[in-house]
């Protein structure tokens, strides 16, 4: 699976946008953007993931560069309980006879802040 | 998604002893993941559970030391061996419903090995 670099933290004002940056230079064709967050002592939460069109749920947004070779999650509206570690993951597409594993980086933490 | 549950929340365990972690979820899944979060570090998966066939496992890990099983498509176990001071971590179940839905986490077994 292609491997995946974010920046190790950032900070974020509460209320404004934090935009989380994701390189995937060797994605390939049949690859996933993933993004889970972790807070502290719970299980990973899944946010959101994408193929090549930019998508939107309620809780952020997915914007994925034309090559694919790069990715941004935005969180539109950062509050305090935003504050979390974020993961970007590639995840082979699944078939009928296999699933796509997800592995998972070191991640960005990322500290919303009054 | 999925309510996953499991048990113990918590533990500490002897050394040489061995503990089995239950994953409960609260509709039927396809697949479903073990991994371990090391304390201070990202997620790594252990194995991938079928129902019905042996568990796949990644390197580094292995049956004798972390048997698993998956008697239904709701219920799995992990157990974790002739534990020592080294296998200190939280233990997270994950489950996909299909090959292609966002993997869903619980919120871990955390565990301390003296």
């Known amino acids: 699976d292609a491997k995946t670099t974010q920046p190790p933290s950032m900070d974020c004002a509460e209320g404004r946008a934090a935009n989380l940056p994701c390189n995937h230079s060797t994605i390939s064709g049949n690859e996933y953007v993933y993004w889970y967050r972790q807070i502290h002592s719970q299980g990973p939460q899944y946010i959101i993931h994408g193929l090549k069109n930019n998508e939107t749920n309620e809780m952020a947004s997915l914007i994925i560069t034309e090559d694919r070779k790069s990715s941004t999650l935005i969180l539109p509206h950062a509050t305090l309980r935003d504050t979390a570690v974020y993961y970007c993951?590639?995840?082979?597409?699944?078939?009928?006879?296999?699933?796509?594993?997800?592995?998972f980086g070191a991640g960005t933490q990322v500290v919303v802040t009054p | 998604s999925a309510v996953i549950s499991q048990k113990p929340s918590r533990d500490i365990c002897q050394r040489g002893t061995s503990l089995t972690i239950q994953c409960q979820v609260d509709s039927q899944v396809t697949m479903m993941f073990w991994y371990r979060q090391q304390p201070g570090q990202s997620l790594t998966l252990i194995a991938t559970a079928n129902q019905g066939s042996e568990a796949t496992y990644e390197s580094g890990f292995v049956i004798d030391k972390f048997p698993i099983s998956r008697p239904n498509l709701t219920f799995s176990t992990l157990t974790v061996s002739n534990m020592s001071p080294e296998d200190s971590s939280i233990y997270l179940c994950?489950?996909?419903?299909?090959?292609?839905?966002?993997?869903?986490f619980g919120n871990g077994t955390r565990l301390t090995v003296t």
């Open positions: 994950s489950v996909g419903r299909d090959s292609n839905s966002p993997l869903h």
């Open positions: 993951i590639v995840r082979v597409r699944g078939t009928t006879d296999s699933w796509g594993k997800l592995q």
